[in-house]
């Protein structure tokens, strides 16, 4: 009797066509995809539709999973319809800075990231929210949401994450403190902060690190606050934010939480992973082990 075979992989492609890499560079690693026996079939949606609508419109074909091209904006606007359906989802990483793929050890090369998708190893991860709203690596108060602001799209596509910096020194020299009440677990810490992150995964802002320790799978979010009194404070700060151990610095504040409660003077943009998308006062809680993602076997190398 002939044994069984096992049913072949359905991946619904979902490319952004405004990731800075274009869509194009795809080609070679759709076929490393069907040369390993799955059916990819590409969505072609009407224009401005969101990822997560284009996956709960096609939830009833049956796909196996979900592959994504784009960078973590991408990433995050599909968030809501991968908690929804539960399917699990592959990064094709055409973005600026794919924060997450990093993360997850998933490097900028589409053939590898391709493979890694065809090798089939799924890992489960961690989602934070705020305010409901998913995010896979940070959401962000004060700094970095001035910055999504300043930083525009074209400047994305031309700058790439040089983008970054020429955005971020110009916002600089007129940043301001602002105050902040922190609740967590009864709690309540008054601050004032340049910037209060929440961190999920391990990167963020095209190559500032969360913290050293911190994985997208580790069961807890990473708090820190950027208590500087003057911004040139700041910039002697960066080595550590890139590297992760900015905690032991005496300018930062920084702990662990399941869940944490964030209240401004007044109402203030929240990025989640580049976009700004909600506003404070802010609720923040982890979500564990909610999502599934293709991954390279073994620890991450992010």
Not at 81 to 105: E, H, K, Q, V, Y
Not at 148 to 174: M, P, S, V
Not at 267 to 295: I, K, Q
Request: aromatic share 6%.
């Amino acid at each position: 009797m002939p044994l069984p075979t096992a049913p072949a992989q359905r991946f619904l492609l979902l490319a952004n066509p405004r990731a800075r890499n274009g869509t194009a560079a795809l080609a070679p690693a759709i076929e490393i995809l069907r040369a390993s026996g799955a059916e990819v079939v590409e969505h072609a949606g009407p224009p401005g539709q969101m990822p997560a609508d284009a996956i709960l419109s096609r939830a009833a074909e049956r796909f196996s999973a979900v592959v994504l091209g784009g960078g973590d904006g991408t990433l995050n606007a599909a968030a809501p319809a991968l908690l929804r359906t539960g399917l699990p989802f592959g990064i094709l990483p055409l973005g600026t800075a794919n924060d997450l793929a990093r993360s997850l050890g998933i490097g900028p090369d589409l053939a590898a990231a391709a493979r890694v998708i065809a090798a089939g190893h799924t890992r489960r991860i961690d989602l934070g929210t705020v305010n409901g709203i998913p995010f896979f690596n940070v959401a962000s108060i004060g700094f970095s949401a001035e910055l999504a602001q300043e930083l525009t799209a074209e400047a994305k596509r031309r700058w790439g994450r040089l983008g970054y910096a020429i955005a971020a020194f110009r916002l600089l020299r007129r940043l301001r403190p602002f105050t902040a009440w922190i609740t967590q677990e009864g709690r309540v810490r008054k601050i004032r902060s340049i910037q209060l992150s929440v961190g999920n995964g391990r990167h963020y802002g095209g190559g500032m690190t969360v913290a050293d320790h911190a994985s997208p799978d580790d069961g807890k979010l990473d708090v820190y606050s950027l208590e500087v009194d003057h911004w040139w404070r700041l910039l002697a700060l960066l080595p550590a934010l890139r590297r992760g151990t900015h905690r032991h610095w005496k300018d930062v504040r920084a702990f662990p939480a399941q869940s944490c409660a964030v209240a401004t003077k007044r109402p203030m943009p929240v990025n989640t992973d580049g976009e700004l998308t909600t506003m404070t006062p802010a609720m923040f809680r982890l979500l564990p082990g909610c999502v599934s993602v293709f991954a390279p076997a073994g620890p991450d190398a992010g």
